[in-house]
């Protein structure tokens, strides 16, 4: 499934990427080739403008005429070249005139002039309309390639004549064919790096999702196991009491006790087990209110003690403050106190004391609430673990109280978004202490 979902996440990376990439690398072409036409036309425009002015000098010998004219140096300039190429055509669109040392046959050109007259409808010819008609139109002949621009003027005696300018645009072409290679191996180095890229992230992007699948399938595997056991009891003790017939209900009370608490542990198991499914899918909300935590203290320790003196247990809370109030879930923190306290109760000896304290830190403008006991405590490499479902410390003591593992996970998650953080510190046989801070909103001390 996990390999499904990982192709599947590279294939659509990389589609994403190829369609940016193409859009990109097409408008880069495209703003580029018009970019260079643009110029190309312009440069055109200006010689064409500059053979006007020759030709209302009556096609003076270029060599004396222009030379001195400092207007019409860059016009003699790309006439001199072997790049451009100009000629003049009478109304009968008979050459009377040309320049330039650009390898073209008047006839071709000749051909081309005639275009100026004709509907123009070919994407090699393109019309534009300024101060009269020009023509521009792409030509590829054997292996030369060129653009040229056709208008009409008027000479000094009234005649029509026609001008002709071609330019060689080879260079250009080049550039934009390099380009075009150098955009097209783009895209493909993207697609490939992006596979390559995606093998790497994908697998760095499915790890939460992984660890996410491990821990269902871990979750539900412990699940399993552990409603096994109470479920394999209950059964044993239904067997015994069936097995002896010709007892009463009475004689036979053991049993029926010692499947009841089997039920009442599962009960409370599989209530929790819905309590995580529920918080995991964030199903539960949180009505955050402002709180006194003092009086739900008090109260908690009132709800608990009934439990606590049968073990001689003493539970009390040292608190220098009338009332400490802080942002919470009424609910949810009487729920976290009793899941601590009666955890505090289950893993405490007989005749010790439990206490809670409670301490503003103005410094970090928050309330530190602790539940202290001496009990068996832990080990260091057990305090992450106990936030683990179905972890415990002392599993045949934990099963003897009814104890599933799951209580810690569930008040780690009501810390949490109670926007507070929880933390352990135990000894070895000595005892456990339970740290929760909590934002403050304000306090009242004893006076």
Request: net charge neutral; aromatic share 8%.
């Amino acid at each position: 499934m996990l390999n499904k979902i990982k192709n599947k996440l590279i294939l659509t990376n990389t589609f994403v990427l190829l369609v940016i990439l193409i859009m990109v690398t097409s408008f880069i072409y495209v703003f580029s080739s018009y970019s260079f036409s643009n110029t190309s036309d312009n440069e055109l425009l200006n010689l064409v403008y500059q053979s006007k002015r020759f030709s209302k000098s009556n096609f003076k010998s270029i060599e004396n005429d222009l030379s001195y004219n400092q207007e019409l140096s860059y016009f003699k300039e790309k006439l001199s070249n072997e790049k451009c190429k100009l000629i003049f055509f009478n109304n009968e669109l008979k050459p009377i005139f040309s320049s330039g040392k650009f390898k073209i046959s008047k006839n071709k050109l000749g051909k081309i002039a005639t275009l100026y007259f004709a509907d123009v409808n070919s994407s090699h010819t393109e019309v534009k309309e300024q101060d009269g008609r020009y023509v521009f139109s792409d030509y590829e002949d054997s292996k030369i390639s060129y653009r040229t621009c056709t208008t009409l003027i008027t000479d000094n005696d009234g005649n029509m004549q026609l001008i002709l300018i071609a330019e060689d645009n080879r260079a250009e072409n080049a550039t934009l064919n390099t380009l075009l290679y150098i955009l097209a191996l783009t895209v493909i180095f993207g697609v490939v790096a992006s596979l390559l890229g995606g093998f790497y992230t994908a697998d760095k992007a499915l790890v939460p999702i992984k660890e996410n699948m491990d821990n269902q399938r871990q979750f539900i595997a412990d699940a399993s196991h552990e409603l096994r056991t109470p479920i394999a009891v209950i059964k044993t003790n239904l067997e015994l009491i069936e097995s002896n017939e010709d007892e009463t209900v009475k004689s036979q009370e053991v049993w029926i006790d010692y499947a009841k608490s089997e039920i009442k542990r599962m009960d409370k198991m599989v209530g929790d087990l819905l309590i995580l499914s529920k918080a995991d899918l964030n199903e539960i909300p949180f009505n955050n209110k402002e709180h006194d935590i003092v009086h739900l203290i008090k109260e908690a320790i009132e709800k608990i003690e009934p439990i606590a003196v049968k073990r001689e247990i003493r539970v009390y809370m040292a608190c220098p403050y009338n009332r400490v109030k802080t942002n919470i879930d009424e609910d949810k923190f009487t729920q976290l106190l009793m899941i601590l306290l009666d955890n505090a109760i289950k893993y405490s000896e007989d005749k010790t004391q439990i206490m809670i304290t409670v301490k503003v830190n103005l410094s970090k403008n928050n309330v530190v609430i602790k539940v202290k006991d001496q009990g068996i405590g832990m080990k260091k490499d057990e305090i992450e673990k106990v936030f683990t479902r179905f972890y415990r410390i002392d599993k045949a003591r934990s099963r003897r109280e009814n104890g599933s593992g799951l209580g810690l996970p569930i008040a780690k998650w009501i810390v949490e978004n109670l926007n507070g953080t929880i933390n352990i510190e135990s000894i070895e046989d000595k005892g456990t202490d339970v740290i929760i801070a909590l934002p403050l909103i304000s306090y009242e001390e004893t006076e």
